[in-house]
């Protein structure tokens, strides 16, 4: 399978989404009522508090937690504006995939996982989220990353 890029600008652009793109990431998670309201907490938070804190709460959270411990994911430019997001980080961070049933670890390598992607509307269908995941993958890799699982 090729990974053709062809509808989307020439440049386009990726970084670790760290605060001080807060107001990127937020145009990208404002930009999808689900996102804006979970911002990346579905897969990190025990369910209720995921959805107890659903909106605002969920969004000081994450923006805490970025603050305080590092991306939880990449964010992508299309010509200088905000246009992705890919949440990627340890599977040990993600609360939900620790204590899933379903989601088992299956090995011992140390694994990271792909749980969100964001795309705003006017970026979408032009291949992005494939060229996100790529962008991941690299983010990932240079963190130390052996393992991928999405």
Known sequence: MSLEYDLLPKSI?????????????????????????????????????????????????????????????????????????CGIAPRGKYDRLRRSRFFSIVDDCPVWSVTCFVVRKKFRRQGLSRLLLREAIVFAQSQGAECIEG
Do not use: M, Q
């Open 13 to 85: 652009e990726c970084y670790p989404a760290s605060i001080i793109r807060k107001r990127d990431i937020e145009k990208i998670f404002d930009d999808c009522v689900d996102a804006g309201n979970c911002y990346c907490a579905f897969w990190h938070l025990p369910k209720k508090i995921c959805e107890d804190n659903w909106g605002e709460p969920n969004r000081r959270w994450f923006f805490n937690t970025v603050r305080n411990y590092g991306p939880l994911g990449i964010i992508a430019y299309s010509n200088g504006e905000p246009a992705g997001w």
